[in-house]
């Protein structure tokens, strides 16, 4: 069947790509970017971005699943940058509802984040949920919102944005000081990304319209300091722990764990999380993938 994702060429978004392609689905990747990873004959990459609505009403034509991943992301890097964010995060996705919408797309996936923390990113997921939400119940779509939680892996980018894992690695293999964020005690939810693309892909296709959201994580929560404190030891690294202010936009002390009773998944057979750390420890290790984890696009 035909699966299109928004934002395809990006982290998450690709793994799904990937594993729609190895169920021999027709996917396009639709991105301003150029894909990382390597098309197969069934992956057909558009450019463009979810702002053309010509061009999201020709992709849609005969698609039977969205997986609308595109949107800027950032922490205290929106705060500064509120209008762009609203524009591509919120009415970015309202097209592709609106769009799906007078396509007959069958189902649409759109990822959430933990609303706990009063930032610009955090505001657009807020307010594309409640849309998500509306739409399925005013017009009888098949939205499945997923609440996603930290998502680490491979290819993962660290610029214009710090995400802690790829930070934490590329700081460890260099000796260098781990920055940790006010004093550490953060618990954060983490889950390996090829557990998330297929678990993204189970929810979608199996949520039988429940319209509410569902967190998507490992339901295993871990400190900052204690995440710091793995890494280095998995690296062999020298490095120290050193703990820096609280950026803008985030909160100290937030506990975040992921309730996964209603996506039905055996969180035993999720990828452990040093299992996970090594293979992306190992992918970092190649000093061109850390180049490329620093670029912005």
Known sequence: MKCVITGGSGFIGSYIAEELAREENEVYILDIRDPEI??????HHIKGST?????LRDLFNNTEEVYDMAGIIGTSELIFNNREAVINNILGSINVLETAKGKKVKKIMYPSKPNV?????TITKQACEQFCQMFNSIHNMDITILKIFEAYGPRQKMKNYRKVIPYFITQALKNEPLEVYGNGEQHIDLIYVNDLAKIIIQATRNNKKINKVLDCGS?????????????IKLTNSKSEILHVKMRLGEEPETRLKANTKDLNIDT????SLD????????????????IR?????
Do not use: F
């Open 38 to 43: 390597k098309l197969k004959k069934n992956m």
């Open 51 to 55: 702002m053309d609505i010509d061009l």
């Open 117 to 121: 923390w009063l930032n610009t990113y």
């Open 219 to 231: 339901g295993n929560p871990i400190t900052v300091n204690e995440l710091a404190k793995k890494i």
């Open 268 to 271: 035993n057979k999720l990828t």
């Open 275 to 290: 299992d996970g750390l090594m293979e992306t420890i190992n992918y970092y290790k190649n000093s061109n993938n850390i």
């Open 293 to 297: 984890a620093t670029l912005t696009n």
